[in-house]
């Protein structure tokens, strides 16, 4: 609606932009004034919520070089100029330049209000296709990386969309192979930091004599061997993303710098007592209980609180089966064109022994074994140990093939038949039919 947006007011005669602040303000609209061109411009971006009214004649910058500054920032944002008498031709000027409309000294309060509600309904229009089309891009990129039409994945892309265009720190939480990376990834180029730097750190690959300098930089001196300075990770994910994977490795003295520059937004480097701002989003991942980590003095419980406001959880492959062939067919189609090779056909059975298979290594084992297909040495594959003959292969077993592996799996997991059935939702005893069918066992 156009009165969620609002009006700035760019007029340095204190009584004309009173006299037209209350004028919007009477009729519901919201309006603000800024004495000077450079004032109003640090209030504005790609995507303000509102319009511009601005006089011609200004201090400093006046309105013809703010509007073409304006446009270059924003094409479709609509200026209203304010003129004097004597600059007609000038307004004139600036229609075909792109000015929304002008308005000529003295106006009645009423024209004002109807231009400015002309220009609102036009640009709450524009900032609604903006955000259908960014929803859209977004679910193209989500759906074209996030793979799979389990509930599991379904849940995890509409959450990454809902966490995406929001300031949140988040913890992703997922057995290792599980793609936690990938969705880090997603969240920025989801995101509007998608112009900033992605700084990936693997907190378990860096040494702990490095940690410091590495993460929070150093001055030059700051210690033997330091000979200049270095920014460190979290100032060159200003303005982006810092992710860190394994965070649960990262040691405990880091782990209290960290929080401290996730509550101020500013840090020291190494050998400096500086305060540098930093705007960065963190987005850590763990494939480890960090609450039960930090019953055991491994981790921080206030950095864990403090990043698990926001949590992505993934779901293991074991756990959406159903996504296996397609994954499958993704990664082949991905493994034919970085080694170029065609797509190998594939064998009866193959479905069923993906299916099955209990993917210790999930999404990161499905690939590399779509990597041993297309090179054709699948055979040495965990998943191909048991060779399904040459006869086809019926849809029936291959439905038998998953149910089989999905209740041997629930089964090891919840340990006894009446937890097993109330979390597959079936009754006691058709399960217990099930389990004597395919001889699992209680």
């Known amino acids: 609606m156009a ?6 007011i760019i007029e340095d005669d204190p009584d004309v932009a009173l006299g037209c602040v209350q004028a919007l303000q009477l009729e519901g609209l919201a309006a603000e004034r800024a004495a000077s061109a450079e004032q109003g ?3 504005l971006g790609p995507d303000f919520a509102g319009i511009v009214v601005s006089d011609i004649r200004l201090p400093g910058q006046d309105g013809m070089d703010l509007l073409r500054e304006l446009h270059a920032l924003d094409p479709e944002l609509p200026v209203v100029l304010i003129t004097g008498h004597g600059d007609v031709s000038m307004a004139v000027q600036a229609m075909k330049d792109g000015a929304y ?3 000529q000294k003295p106006f009645a309060p009423e024209q004002l209000v109807d231009t400015a509600r002309r220009a609102l309904e036009k640009r709450r229009l524009v900032l609604e296709v903006r955000a259908l089309r960014r929803r859209l891009e977004q679910r193209d990129l989500l759906e074209a990386r996030l793979i799979g039409n389990s509930p599991g994945m379904v849940g995890v892309r509409a959450l990454i969309g809902n966490l995406a265009g929001s300031a949140a720190d988040v913890l992703i939480h997922g057995e290792t192979g599980t793609g936690k990376e990938l969705v880090a990834r997603c969240l920025h180029d989801a995101s509007p930091r998608r112009k900033g730097n992605f700084v ?30 270095r920014i460190g990770k979290i100032e060159h994910a200003n ?13 405990v003295p880091m782990q209290i710098k960290l929080l401290r520059v996730l509550q101020e937004r500013t840090l020291e480097r190494l050998g400096s007592n500086t305060p540098i701002a930093v705007d960065c989003r963190i987005i850590a991942a763990t494939k480890e209980d960090l609450l039960a980590l930090a019953g055991q003095g491994r981790f921080r419980a206030d950095l864990y609180y ?15 089966r159903e996504d296996i062939p397609l994954l499958f067919e993704h990664f082949l189609l991905q493994a034919a064109a970085r080694h170029d090779r065609p797509v190998p056909p594939a064998p009866p059975g193959r479905i069923q022994q993906l299916v099955g298979h209990p993917w210790p290594g999930n999404v ?3 690939r590399n074994v779509a990597d041993r297909c297309v090179l054709g040495i699948e055979a040495g594959s965990p998943p191909f140990g ?52 395919y001889g699992l066992g209680e």
């Open 386 to 437: 048991q060779p399904a003959g040459d006869r086809p292969c019926p849809l029936a077993e291959t439905v038998e093939a998953f149910e089989r592996a999905l209740i041997a799996d629930a089964l090891r997991r919840h340990g006894s038949l009446a937890r097993t059935a109330e979390a597959l939702a079936i009754a006691k005893t058709t399960l217990h039919d099930k389990v004597r069918k």
């Open 41 to 43: 411009r640090r209030r």
């Open 306 to 320: 403090r990043l698990s406001v926001a949590t992505v959880p993934l779901p293991p492959l074991r756990e959406r």
């Open 3 to 8: 009165d969620e947006l609002k009006i700035l």
């Open 200 to 229: 990936a750190i693997n907190c378990g690959g860096l040494p702990e004599t490095l940690f410091d300098s590495e993460i929070f930089g150093h001055e030059a001196g700051a210690y033997t061997g330091a000979g200049k300075r």
């Open 239 to 251: 303005g982006g993303t810092l992710f860190l994977d394994e965070i649960e490795t990262m040691p």
């Open 364 to 366: 990161r084992e499905l």
């Open 101 to 103: 409309d002008f308005l």
